[in-house]
């Protein structure tokens, strides 16, 4: 048996599979990186725990657990790659999907021009069933077994194995839906179903079915992957725990996200800002934008008082889904981003991607367009080569790539490689815009961290955007979501629909249900492993003025609700609502205040792995200096003092960097994973934990 007990955090992206083990005993991180394989993600998944195990000499028996961020669940709804499904609904709402909320994207102005796109279910997929429920449950009309029965024999004969349920008001009482469960597993054994109710126990119906049927969707996909990896993994590290991370910000055991699939999406993202907040947080920053730069998209989060933003109001490709999730803004330029010409011939990047296969052009087997990548590399902003000189790059091929596209837009080599950094830029400033100036918060106030293989070349030029004071970069970025897996905790949402005005608010109701949510998220825990003192329970609740149509969510405190307590939600609410929108009704008495649901959230805690200050370097900064290549940056885009055009810069490898140096711009900082271009006008310290703090500084 080995003496050294790690944890390892492995999330599988685009491009590559990104590995953190960290030691029990110590606190300290190993990191390494493996090229995905999209053809089977379990694949690269195993031959990165191979990869870690084999850098620290430790066999399969060294592991107490290993989290997963997945991105089979967001690929296979963004690529529409669904299965056919069958859905159930109450007679009379067969078109609930086709009206959907009869909105127009970008307003009725569109209307012309926009065409709806396919809903998940077509028409002919569509079965009803007689039997009706109120909005308290009650029901009005009986359930029709005979319709049940002749639904399930529809789809068993069609050979749809796949299907999601939902009846009208179901998440009021679910007597009905499992009435329909039985009948499905006597008349159609072996189909995959989900239930609205067990999905998602909240009012509107639209998003409801959307919500259940996503998960139905994804159901055999996710089960077959991660049912996958746990009998490999089995061949490495037998019994080894083995958890995935949620939308919400926990993680669950693989044995239970098989039957939640659809709380997997946005998995990656999530665990990265929650590992960028964990890292400024150690810093001392507590406002925090978090940019997750990749090879295919940029991913963005705010995070505030340590705690990233959570929204029910997500959606993954065309569906909306109502699972919690962390606020993510998701922008398609990576660095695997192509540029390329729209018919009126101006200059686009993304979200087209290269991807991994065939990848840039620079790549050893690169395609045909050039990409965000190449830019970078004709620019000499990034390497020749990636991942240490794992993977060498060709800078004579993106040159030859963007030469020609240069041509057809009449602009040098340099003016259309800095002109797709320029779009690219922008594209990440107004996803950063969205998760703050649209939410109320100023963008100003914000330290930006950057991680993620490409998050931090651009960092220079979004502090410029936007007016950020800092820019902070944790040591290897690229791996940041992996470790942030390493950082959460198992945790499970329940929610129930409780309409009521805040004057007529049933107190002991409110406490009966909010007593029935954390029984359910006790038992969840209990079957994890967590005893009972160890659990936490947190409260939520969402409320808005009489007459809107959407929530605010605010916290509810722990134990008997009283009339000062609802109170005190009822403040929080006025408050939360003022910084969201500008306004409140507070001190007005004709506007009503009106609960919608009741949350709760199960957090059993898992120990969180420690951040290690560095050992102080004696010298200075010349220990880390490398050599030094030419390097093009924009005058336009510096300080008036900074200059521009091609410079002779010095390379650092970053490792040999130590708390208290400081690089003046401009300058290249390496690592295995990642590069960190430091601008002409800017400067970087190093703070006692390894971190890089970007910042506007005097030109060399």
């Given amino acids: 048996m080995s003496a050294r007990r790690v944890r390892i955090g492995i999330d599988t992206g685009g491009t590559f599979t990104d590995v953190v083990a960290v030691d029990e005993e110590t606190g300290r991180t190993t990191t390494t990186k493996t090229p995905s394989t999209p053809a089977d993600p379990a694949e690269g998944f195993l031959n990165g725990v191979r990869k870690v195990l084999e850098m620290m000499e430790l066999s399969g028996d060294a592991i107490t657990a290993v989290s997963h961020g997945t991105t089979v669940a967001t690929n296979q709804l963004l690529e529409g790659k669904l299965d056919r499904i069958g859905f159930i609904t109450t007679e009379g709402y067969e078109s609930v999907l086709e009206i959907a909320r009869q909105s127009v994207p970008d307003g009725y102005g569109n209307s012309y021009f926009w065409v709806k796109p396919p809903r998940i279910v077509p028409a002919d997929l569509v079965r009803t069933v007689r039997g009706r429920l109120d909005h308290t449950g009650e029901e009005v009309r009986p359930f029709s077994e005979d319709d049940a029965r002749a639904a399930a024999r529809f789809f068993r004969d069609a050979g749809i194995s796949t299907l999601g349920v939902c009846f009208l008001h179901a998440y009021a009482d679910d007597a009905h839906e499992r009435l329909m469960l039985a009948v499905l597993r006597e008349e159609h054994p072996g189909c995959v179903v989900s239930l609205s109710s067990q999905v998602l126990r909240e009012y509107r119906e639209y998003e409801r079915s959307v919500t259940t049927l996503v998960d139905a969707a994804v159901k055999p996909r996710v089960g077959a992957y991660v049912g996958n990896i746990r009998v490999r993994l089995d061949e490495i590290a037998p019994g080894v725990p083995f958890y995935v991370m949620k939308s919400n910000g926990g993680v669950l055991s693989a044995a239970e996200v098989v039957h939640q699939p659809i709380t997997t999406m946005l998995s990656g993202p999530a665990a990265g800002a929650l590992g960028a907040a964990l890292i400024a947080g150690t810093a001392g920053f507590d406002r925090v934008l978090t940019c997750d730069g990749g090879g295919t998209s940029t991913d963005v989060t705010v995070v505030i008082d340590g705690e990233p933003t959570l929204t029910t109001e997500g959606s993954v490709g065309g569906y909306p889904s109502k699972i919690p999730m962390i606020d993510v803004v998701t922008v398609g330029a990576g660095g695997g981003s192509i540029a390329w010409l729209s018919p009126e011939g101006t200059l686009k990047v993304g979200p087209r991607s290269a991807g991994a296969d065939p990848g840039p052009m620079c790549y050893p087997h690169g395609g045909d367009q050039p990409t965000v990548t190449d830019a970078h590399v004709a620019l000499g902003r990034i390497p020749p080569h990636l991942l240490g000189g794992e993977i060498p790059l060709s800078v004579e091929a993106a040159l030859d790539g963007l030469g020609r596209l240069g041509a057809t837009l009449g602009l040098s080599l340099e003016r259309t490689a800095t002109g797709i950094l320029e779009i690219s830029a922008w594209n990440q400033a107004n996803a950063l815009r969205q998760v703050t100036v649209a939410r109320g918060l100023d963008v100003r106030d914000f330290t930006l961290t950057t991680f993620g293989g490409s998050g931090s070349l651009l960092a220079c030029r979004l502090m410029d955007i936007l007016g950020l004071p800092r820019t902070l970069v944790p040591p290897n970025p690229g791996n940041v979501s992996a470790f942030g897996l390493l950082t959460?905790?198992?945790?499970?949402?329940?929610?129930?629909?409780?309409?009521?005005?805040?004057?007529?608010?049933?107190?002991?109701?409110?406490?009966?249900?909010?007593?029935?949510?954390?029984?359910?998220?006790?038992?969840?825990?209990?079957?994890?492993?967590?005893?009972?003192?160890?659990?936490?329970?947190?409260?939520?609740?969402?409320?808005?003025?009489?007459?809107?149509?959407?929530?605010?969510r605010v916290p509810v405190p722990d134990g008997d609700l009283g009339r000062a307590a609802a109170e005190e939600v009822a403040q929080a609410f006025h408050a939360a609502h003022r910084q969201l929108y500008g306004y409140d009704f507070a001190t007005d008495p004709r506007q009503s205040l009106e609960w919608v649901n009741l949350r709760v959230s199960g957090i059993g805690p898992i120990r969180r792995p420690d951040l290690v200050a560095l050992e102080p370097r004696g010298g200075g900064t010349d220990r880390a200096v490398t050599g030094a290549r030419r390097v093009f940056f924009d005058a336009e885009h510096g300080t008036p003092s900074s200059g521009g055009g091609w410079m002779e810069t010095p390379t650092y490898h970053r490792p040999d960097l130590g708390p208290g140096d400081v690089v003046v711009g401009p300058a290249i900082i390496e690592e295995f994973g990642s590069t960190v271009p430091v601008h002409p006008g800017f400067l970087t310290s190093v703070d006692a934990y390894g971190n890089l703090l970007l910042t506007k500084g005097p030109a060399r």
């Fill in 488 to 552: 959460v905790d198992v945790r499970n949402d329940y929610v129930q629909t409780v309409v009521s005005t805040h004057v007529d608010l049933d107190l002991a109701r409110v406490g009966a249900v909010f007593a029935d949510l954390e029984a359910q998220a006790r038992t969840a825990l209990d079957g994890e492993g967590f005893a009972r003192p160890e659990q936490r329970m947190l409260r939520t609740a969402d409320l808005r003025y009489v007459g809107q149509a959407f929530e605010v």
